[in-house]
């Protein structure tokens, strides 16, 4: 089964106020959400391996632990989701970004895929795949399946606010994937807006209407 992870932590949801805020303008926005990403991936790498090495301190030799060395890859639903990669990477570095671009058909409203570019070793990397909102899950879950058709096989899903249909979707179709999210809202709108949400994640990132 799936994990739901919702990161209540006091300075997730402080930032998130700010993000949801109309009254907050784009910079502010997006410095925001770039903080946020960064809380998120302080939380969301809490269970990287670890192994044992031997440091000389200025007292002794002593055992501590370094990273296991997993190789990590980024990967951005474009194009809300450029916004949290610098964030992640700043806790992050040496990780891989791909990026995955969608577009809905507006006839039958699927998702279609119009850019892929993923690190070449996909199948040795676990993957965090973001975007700020999980709405539909229409997007999620394409992306999903782009990553897995190229060899992925550990995939860590990661956005800032989530509709309950948007976890719904995405957990039935891809069981295998963890969730991790800031806030659970309470519903999407006929245009698929997520309630409360924060409007158009995208617009309010880069300053378009
Ligand atoms: N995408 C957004 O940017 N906002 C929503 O509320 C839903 C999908």
Redesign the pocket.
Known sequence: MPKIHVFDHPLIQHKLTYIRDIETGTKEFRELVDEVATLMAYEITRELPLKEVEVQTPVCKAKSSVLAGKKLGIVPILR?GIGMVDGILKLIPAAKVGHIGLYRDPETLQPIEYYVKLPSDVSERDFILV??????GGSAIAAVESLKSRGAKNIKFMCL?A?PEGVKALTDAHPDVDIYIAAMDEK??EK????P????????LFGTK
């Open positions: 809300a975007d700020p909102m999980l709405a539909t606010i509709a999407l709108d698929g807006y997520i309630v949400g924060l409007g158009d994640a995208g617009d309010r």
